[in-house]
T-cell receptor, first 115, second 113 residues
Framework: AQSVTQLDSHVSVSEGTPVLLRCNYS??????LFWYVQHPNKGLQLLLK??????LVKGINGFEAEFKKSETSFHLTKPSAHMSDAAEYFC?????????????FGQGTILTVHP | ETGVTQSPTHLIKTRGQQVTLRCSSQ?????VSWYQQALGQGPQFIFQ???????GRGNFPPRFSGLQFPNYSSELNVNALELDDSALYLC????????????FGPGTRLLVL
């Protein structure tokens, strides 16, 4: 079975400070991992994806994530938060194989950015 | 914008009724998936369609059904609506040979009274 756990339901940062959103996954196989962002009343936008190439993945808007197999983690980071980063972020895992195309989402982390 | 569109944007139904939600895939994408996102939760996989056939299903009862058309657009049908069906329904499309990356539409918000 696959699952994904986002360790913080809410994260609050000040504008210009670093962002860290934590995600752990469990999988018996080598998963594909994604981070999506959802702004209020909007659909889901892909930030970045890991698919067994480089372990450090760069995404849009200055976000990046590092795949650490030994820790089964895929934390999302950004060096300097911007007000426009305020949104809900989802860590997502997919096993592939017979579950190809089935994305399993974490519960989400709401990011608040203070001026 | 992903190019995936959904209609309607909002819908109100009463318990026991039936509803049809529609999705138009991004150009060139031949696989469509549907997800249910309850308030305060992450999206949950309902099912996936490829070449007009269902080829993957999550933990949802048979009253959730779908269709995919030759132009790759899709419908989600829900019969005998229950209060717990109130949610945001998201459609996502995927391109052939591009891995498992899915591109989501804006969703249809369904309220069951």
């Amino acid at each position: 079975a696959q699952s994904v756990t986002q360790l913080d339901s809410h994260v609050s940062v000040s504008e210009g400070t670093p962002v860290l959103l934590r995600c752990n996954y469990s999988s018996s196989y080598s998963p594909s991992l994604f981070w999506y962002v959802q702004h209020p009343n909007k659909g889901l936008q892909l930030l970045l994806k890991y698919t067994s190439a480089a372990t450090l993945v760069k995404g849009i808007n200055g976000f990046e994530a590092e795949f650490k197999k030994s820790e089964t983690s895929f934390h999302l980071t950004k060096p300097s938060a911007h007000m426009s980063d305020a949104a809900e972020y989802f860590c997502v895992v997919s096993l592939g194989g017979t579950s190809y195309g089935k994305l399993t989402f974490g519960q989400g982390t709401i990011l608040t950015v203070h001026p | 914008e992903t190019g995936v569109t959904q209609s309607p944007t909002h819908l109100i139904k009463t318990r026991g009724q039936q509803v049809t939600l529609r999705c138009s895939s991004q150009s060139g994408h031949n696989t469509v998936s549907w997800y249910q996102q309850a308030l305060g939760q992450g999206p949950q996989f309902i099912f996936q369609y490829y070449r007009e056939e269902e080829n993957g299903r999550g933990n949802f009862p048979p009253r959730f059904s779908g269709l995919q058309f030759p132009n790759y657009s899709s419908e989600l049908n829900v019969n005998a609506l229950e209060l717990d069906d109130s949610a945001l329904y998201l459609c996502a499309s995927r391109a052939p040979g591009r891995g498992e990356t899915q591109y989501f539409g804006p969703g249809t918000r369904l309220l069951v009274l």
